[in-house]
């Protein structure tokens, strides 16, 4: 089985390595999830079903949510980091966590509704900043990327942040700015609502 999904946009509100954990803590913890915990609890509870383990994929996502609800999701998650030699403490303390030297709000220049945000220019963004690497031998910088990124569908006000941008260099941080600019798109209209999942082959 697979699922075709929607991957126009970033799933999450961040992006890029610390910031990614950060953001999985939260909603461990209780936080709502929105996209991410969504298209999670659905492929999960479709691999649970895949087991013959549950009747239904309805019954599988009730037990997914269940565990989430209880803090046996974020248990679990614990244990895999250490059996993977990871080291909890910063999970416990996510400002252990390497963080940026800088962050900065990149502002709306126009009162509307968020048409779309462009995964593909997010990506290459974080890369600009140092998030991944180019060639083999590039040293990845954990604590860039972005966060508090808008989605789809919301209204926002001229003046308000789009996401906050993190970096380590002004350098990087100018090289990155205008394909971040150019990446979130606003209208006057709120956009049609996104399907996450558009079809699964089986």
Same mark, same amino acid.
């Given at each position: 089985?697979?699922?075709?999904?929607?991957?126009?946009?970033?799933?999450?509100?961040?992006?890029?390595?610390?910031?990614? @954990?950060?953001?999985?803590?939260? @909603?461990?913890?209780?936080?709502?999830?929105?996209?991410?915990?969504?298209?999670?609890?659905?492929?999960?509870?479709?691999?649970?079903?895949?087991?013959?383990?549950?009747?239904?994929?309805?019954?599988?996502?009730?037990?997914?949510?269940?565990?989430?609800?209880?803090?046996?999701?974020?248990?679990?998650?614990?244990?895999?980091?250490?059996?993977?030699?990871?080291?909890?403490?910063?999970?416990?303390?996510?400002?252990?966590?390497?963080?940026?030297?800088?962050?900065?709000?990149?502002?709306?220049?126009?009162?509307?509704?968020?048409?779309?945000?462009?995964?593909?220019?997010?990506?290459?963004?974080?890369?600009?900043?140092?998030?991944?690497?180019?060639?083999?031998?590039?040293?990845?910088?954990?604590?860039?990327?972005?966060?508090?990124?808008?989605?789809?569908?919301?209204?926002?006000?001229?003046?308000?942040?789009?996401?906050?941008?993190?970096?380590?260099?002004?350098?990087?941080?100018?090289?990155?700015?205008?394909?971040?600019?150019?990446?979130?798109?606003?209208?006057?209209?709120?956009?049609?609502?996104?399907?996450?999942?558009?079809?699964?082959?089986?």
């Amino acid at each position: 089985m697979a699922s075709i999904t929607e991957k126009n946009e970033p799933l999450g509100r961040c992006v890029g390595n610390a910031l990614e @954990i950060r953001e999985s803590l939260e @909603i461990l913890e209780g936080a709502p999830g929105g996209d991410l915990l969504e298209i999670t609890l659905e492929l999960g509870a479709a691999m649970l079903e895949l087991t013959g383990s549950y009747k239904s994929r309805t019954e599988a996502r009730a037990k997914m949510s269940e565990a989430l609800q209880s803090g046996k999701g974020r248990a679990k998650f614990f244990e895999m980091v250490s059996l993977h030699g990871g080291d909890c403490s910063a999970l416990e303390k996510p400002y252990r966590l390497p963080q940026a030297r800088i962050v900065k709000p990149l502002p709306c220049n126009m009162s509307g509704f968020v048409a779309g945000v462009d995964a593909e220019k997010i990506g290459k963004a974080c890369l600009l900043l140092g998030a991944g690497r180019v060639v083999v031998t590039d040293k990845i910088d954990y604590a860039v990327g972005v966060s508090g990124l808008v989605k789809s569908g919301e209204q926002v006000e001229q003046g308000q942040a789009l996401m906050e941008v993190h970096a380590s260099d002004e350098k990087r941080l100018a090289e990155a700015w205008p394909v971040l600019e150019s990446a979130v798109s606003i209208a006057a209209q709120a956009p049609l609502a996104r399907e996450l999942f558009i079809d699964e082959v089986r």
